[in-house]
């Protein structure tokens, strides 16, 4: 070491003596520590909170209660969630018809949907499901028995009952016909057996559930008004017959008495002669 660099430490040397037997501040750091873990704590709470799945409702009754997530254990996103109650409201329709769907374009269907707006109900709609989905919106519910006629690409005829509920609907729809649910199935049926790309697997009628031989059945019952005159008929014929029955009694016994007075009548002649 030379000569100078001896100098300058020892010059420096008291200085290093003061600044190290100065007394050292004491940091509080068991309190940041408290701190930063309750900011931590807080954090993890709302992230978590944040991160809770959106819960999703049933509008039908069930024996079994909806599935919140999927098979990875995931929740459903936005879209599922929103198709599920969707056709809960689709299922709700008073008159619900299930097709097979072989490849219908997008314009055959808004086709479809004209004709079934125009010849059957304003609120008669047309709609492509997903058969998976369905199912899941099926399972628990008193129309379980549909789940196997989703299979493939299904289509679906329907009222829409969401808006046919709606007490403001009559600002949309100034004149909505009230549901004849025979009626409007009859129409539905005739409606879309046009379509050759549409094969009917089934349905409901309110809550009866429908094979394709009972739909056809159905459609082809004569109008409302024939089956009430029938009915009339049936229950007043029997009561008219009885009513003429009874009125003729006493004609035939008046007739009777009438001619026994006649043929009594000359012999009383002779009698006095």
Same mark, same amino acid.
């Given at each position: 070491m030379s000569r100078g660099s001896r100098i300058v430490s020892l010059s420096l040397a008291p200085g290093l003596r003061r600044l190290c037997s100065a007394p050292q501040p004491q940091w509080p750091v068991r309190a940041m520590a408290v701190r930063g873990f309750a900011h931590s704590s807080a954090a993890a709470a709302a992230a978590t909170k944040k991160a809770e799945p959106p819960v999703v409702n049933s509008l039908l009754p069930r024996s079994v209660p909806v599935k919140q997530v999927n098979s990875l254990d995931k929740p459903f996103n936005d879209r599922k969630r929103f198709l599920f109650q969707m056709y809960e409201h689709q299922l709700q329709s008073p008159v619900y018809l299930i097709y097979q =769907?072989? =490849? &219908? %374009?997008?314009?055959?269907? !808004? @086709?479809?949907r004209q004709q079934l707006k125009e010849k059957c109900h304003p609120l008669a709609q047309v709609g492509i499901v997903r058969s998976s989905l369905m199912k899941a919106v099926l399972r628990g519910t008193e129309f379980e028995n549909l789940n196997p006629l989703f299979t493939g690409p299904v289509a679906i005829v329907y009222v829409d009952?969401?808006? #046919?509920? /709606?007490?403001?609907? /009559?600002?949309?729809h100034s004149e909505i016909p009230e549901?004849?649910?025979?009626? &409007? #199935? !009859?129409?539905?049926?005739? %409606? %879309?057996?046009?379509?050759?790309k549409l094969l009917l697997l089934g349905? !409901? #009628? /309110? @809550?009866? &559930?429908?094979?394709?031989? +009972?739909?056809?059945?159905?459609?082809?019952?004569?109008? &409302?008004?024939?089956?009430?005159?029938q009915l009339v008929a049936g229950v007043f014929g029997p009561i008219q017959a009885v009513h003429q029955t009874i009125k003729?009694?006493?004609?035939? +016994?008046v007739f009777t008495l009438d001619q026994h007075r006649k043929n009594l009548t000359p012999k009383d002649d002779e009698a006095s002669e």
């Open positions: =769907n072989h =490849n &219908l %374009t997008v314009g055959e269907v !808004k @086709q479809i009952y969401q808006r #046919l509920q /709606d007490p403001y609907a /009559d600002l949309v549901v004849q649910p025979v009626e &409007l #199935l !009859k129409s539905m049926v005739e %409606t %879309t057996a046009r379509q050759s349905g !409901k #009628l /309110d @809550q009866q &559930l429908l094979n394709p031989q +009972l739909v056809s059945h159905i459609s082809q019952l004569p109008p &409302l008004a024939s089956l009430h005159a003729q009694i006493p004609q035939s +016994l």
